[in-house]
């Protein structure tokens, strides 16, 4: 008999009616108001409609909007601040069942009829398994019409004993619409209200994560995350794939893929190896295939079996049914448990059988990411799996695994995008396979500008397959190329100060880390021409290079709309107004990342490796120009629910008048930061030379660079003090005629042609006229726009 009900760890809190007054209903319809914004519409012929919770909507209790009905002989209509919907009460259809977006952008574009194609700017996919290029996206909340909708009529459905169950057949419709118009942090944010929010992540997964498919034994794993600390880039996340267990030694019992036994050739002590590990700073994530059950050759099988009353002597397969409590409950317990108990940290579930299962309309993949996160949460753990996105609501269970990329330009072209367009679904933590899976060319430049991306990317995780040539590890590249991935591999490190903030803002306050330009300026038509660059937090936009370079220049550009303001590249200090387009330039030593003015960019110093810890000694990047302020988020990496978490909040602010910025004594308990610590304050976009005083007092100052003064602060965390430069700064792009020599020094081009342009770009004359001139002497195109964004920088 098969068990029903399932433990306490497997249930989660849910509020699936909706609050007194919110609705309005009919024999056969009914409207619940669950926002200004946000209405569902259900449709049920038999009059039955679905109070439980699906697995888009857990939570249906939500304060109730103001909202009027009008109740005509002919039509029913809806009324919010937000949206006007018009209903007449039968059957839905595009004739009788119409929402109309109120507000600045209503028009014939911002309306919505029953059996309407998705307007929305779309959300996510299920997988880019052996995509070469561009895959159909889901539905996301946000659209440029300001309405979309997500159909969750063929959704499962959450029991309030925590298991799970399927709708009734017959002829219903569950349908959610976001009439949001413009406003597409508002829509996010009933997303987040209805479906619940994204957890909050280990601050070790915010660092560099080592995958790759490849037959390692214990000694080989280790000795290469040795070198890996002797090259000087370290990992926090150890990734070991299927070759763990058992793999072609079973033959008897079928495929080798699913396996939960470690394979004693390579790992003689496995205990031993994950310790080994710990030792080393890194946490542990097995692959797993969980398809085709526990077979008899498992070291768990008795157990499984008798766990589920069979007889293990028999040594038949018990088949996966992840439909099943008690299979489940011995998934865990048996399988899973004994595993973590020796080491293992969290799991990395690469399920590719499909949406099927036993019971039709339960989706397998829903149900190992559910309650394999729950699981991984019990004891007050800090919640972790790492599997394949599978519908909305997938959020509240990272990290997200996108699947075996193809190894090409296409791929890598797609995945800005991609990443960033999954926040329109709430699907804030993508990890992508860095440098493709499978297949391709090698191309040493492809693999170097997908490290970079993967620096400016919710998670950095390097993966390759198993053939031997296609490997990631740096020293297997030229020596410029191997600088610049090791280059990239520690800024990732020095980031996670300022990801791990935007962690905690995303699980508190609902903003993912990555977001498309849009959602700043969603009235102007250029932010959604430039799809590839997105926010990054905060302060920070990111331009990723994803094409290759280009033969005269050597450089990689990239077209992209700024928004308005100041915005300042942290690593070359160039300065460009936003408000328009612009054509980015770089070398393969980096990709562009521009601080906004005002912006304030806390780093670990260059010599804190460890991204598992709270440093003693951060840098703090301040870009002048505008007022702006930071509060950087630190705590001891314990508990989930971030009001509980051990908090520490360092509050920096930049003051543009007096051009100083301020630090804040820390604000929490002891023990989570260190007692005293170092700080780098650096200024972007200032002359050498530029005087900074320490809480009042010039003190001499270390330069770091054009474009960059720099002094060292030491003081107790609990101390507050102040560095300032001088009233009103203005950045500017420094030294722009050594600027332009380099790139008309390094340009494949004639000797003769490149003092002709060096010497008109260096004249004493206005920019326009150089220009003009330059263009006249018609450089190759590439050229001609490098030195364009050089000579119009600010």
Known sequence: MQKTGVDARFQVPLSPLPAEGAVVQGDRFRLTVLADGLVRIEWAEDGVFEDRASTLALHRDLPVPAFRVVEGDEVLEVITDRFHLTYDRRRPSANGLKVDARGAISGWHSSWRFGDADASLGGTARTLDMADGRVPLGPGVVARGGISVLDDSASFLFTDDGWVGVRPEGDRFDLYVFAFGHDFAGALAAFYALSGGQPLLPRWALGNWWSRYHRYSADEYLALLDRFDREGVRFSVAVIDMDWHRVDSVPEFGSGWTGYSWERSLFPDPEGFLTALHERGLRITLNVHPADGVRGFEDAYADMARALGRDPEDGLPIAFDITDPAFLEAYFDVLHHRLEDEGVDFWWLDWQQGPYSRIAGIDPLWMLNHFHFLDSGRGGRRPLTFSRYAGPGSHRYPVGFSGDTVVSWASLDFQPEFTATASNIGYGWWSHDVGGHL???????????????????????????????????????????????????????????????????????????????????????????????????????????????????????????????????????????????????????????????????????????????????????????????????????TGTAPDTVPTVRTALRWDQATGTLHVAAADGPAGVVPETRTWTVTVLGLPAGTALLVDGEERPITDQGVGRVSIAVTRDATEAFTVGVGADPQPATQDVPTRVFALLNAAQHPYEAKAELWRVASADRPVASRLAELQALNPPEPLLAALTELLTAR
């Not at 980031?495 to 699980?507: E, F, G, I, Q, S």
């Not at 308005?564 to 770089?586: F, N, Q």
């Not at 906004?596 to 990047?621: C, F, K, M, Q, Y």
């Open 439 to 637: 297949w391709g060319t090698r191309d040493d430049e492809l693999t170097l500008r997908w490290v970079q991306l993967g620096v400016w990317s919710p998670i950095l995780r390097l993966h390759s397959s198993n053939n031997p040539f296609l490997a990631k590890e740096p020293w297997a590249f030229p020596a410029e190329t191997r600088t610049a991935i090791d280059e990239a591999l520690r800024l990732r490190v020095r980031l996670v100060p300022y990801l791990h903030t935007m962690n905690r803002r995303a699980a508190e306050e609902g903003v993912p880390l990555v977001l498309p330009l849009y959602y700043d300026a969603p009235a102007e038509a250029s932010a959604y021409a430039s799809p590839n660059v997105f926010r990054f937090g905060s302060e920070l936009v990111v331009a990723p290079i994803t094409r290759p370079r280009d033969a005269v220049t050597l450089q990689g550009d990239v077209t992209a709309w700024l928004p308005p303001g100041t915005w300042i590249d942290v690593a070359t200090t160039i300065v460009h107004e936003g408000g328009r387009s612009v054509r980015l330039h770089r070398d393969d030593t980096g990709v562009p990342a521009l601080l906004r003015a005002g912006g304030i960019l806390p780093l670990a110093a260059e010599h804190e490796t460890d991204a598992t810890v709270n440093p003693a000694h951060l840098e703090v990047l301040v870009a002048p120009g505008a007022d702006g302020a930071f509060t950087l988020v630190e705590d001891d990496g």
